[in-house]
């Protein structure tokens, strides 16, 4: 297996102040905490309520769900421009949900770790071709979750060992017709219509290979 190239793609703007554009600088004062206590806590999740004091210097009271987990999401782009998805029923929304692999990392783990892990253990492939193409907070109003989101390319079959509480379907459908689907709201996972329309944006900029990017396109 070739060696994972998971930055190739995307320099992140966050790690280059030169490529900042100057309206991006922080403005006011930042939030203060009085005081905080732990309200509950899981292997995965912890509730804190916090006595806060807003930027503009009034009282608040804040709470925020802190996530054990780093999230991993994968897009596994094939060479004939098709793409690997999963899909599942999900517990907080009693929906079903078609989506990429996708997953938790510990934090602390390298999140491109936990991307290979849930690409072999949901769909049964690894890459040679790795490449980090997001982070994203999810819902920095109440949660510190942060996203990473990778694209997964020169794919082949490896051992599949899906989580026991999870009943997945694998669908390997076209570029096309998976990015549709997000955009019509029929896979409203963030993550998935991030990467989708993100690997849309590196095809139309010239940041992928030009055979591929003809497909997408």
Do not use: C
């Not at 206590?37 to 006595?51: F, G, R, S």
């Not at 769900?65 to 907080?92: C, M, W, Y």
């Not at 669908?171 to 096309?176: E, T």
């Amino acid at each position: 297996m070739a060696e994972a190239r998971p930055r190739q793609g995307m320099a992140p703007m966050s790690d280059d102040p030169d490529r900042k554009p100057a309206w991006l600088k922080p403005h006011g004062k930042p939030w203060g905490v009085s005081s905080s206590k732990v309200v509950y806590d899981n292997p995965w999740i912890t509730l804190t309520e916090y006595q806060a004091i807003a930027p503009t210097g009034r009282p608040a009271l804040y709470g925020k769900i802190g996530f054990k987990n780093q999230a991993t999401g994968v897009l596994p782009l094939h060479e004939d421009g098709t793409v690997t998805l999963v899909g599942q029923n999900r517990f907080s929304l009693a929906n079903y949900s078609w989506e990429v692999p996708e997953g938790g990392a510990p934090r602390g783990e390298d999140p491109l770790d936990g991307a290979k892990r849930e690409l072999a253990e949901e769909v049964g492939l690894q890459a040679a071709d790795w490449r980090q193409i997001l982070r994203m907070e999810l819902s920095n109003s109440v949660t510190d979750e942060v996203a990473y989101g990778f694209l997964a390319m020169d794919l082949s079959p490896t051992v599949t060992a899906p989580d026991e509480t999870e009943d997945l379907a694998v669908a390997r459908v076209p570029f096309g017709e998976a990015l549709d689907a997000a955009v019509a709201g029929h896979m409203p996972d963030a993550i998935t219509v991030a990467l989708l329309l993100r690997t849309h944006h590196m095809a139309v900029r010239g940041e992928l290979p030009a055979d591929l990017a003809a497909l997408i396109l």
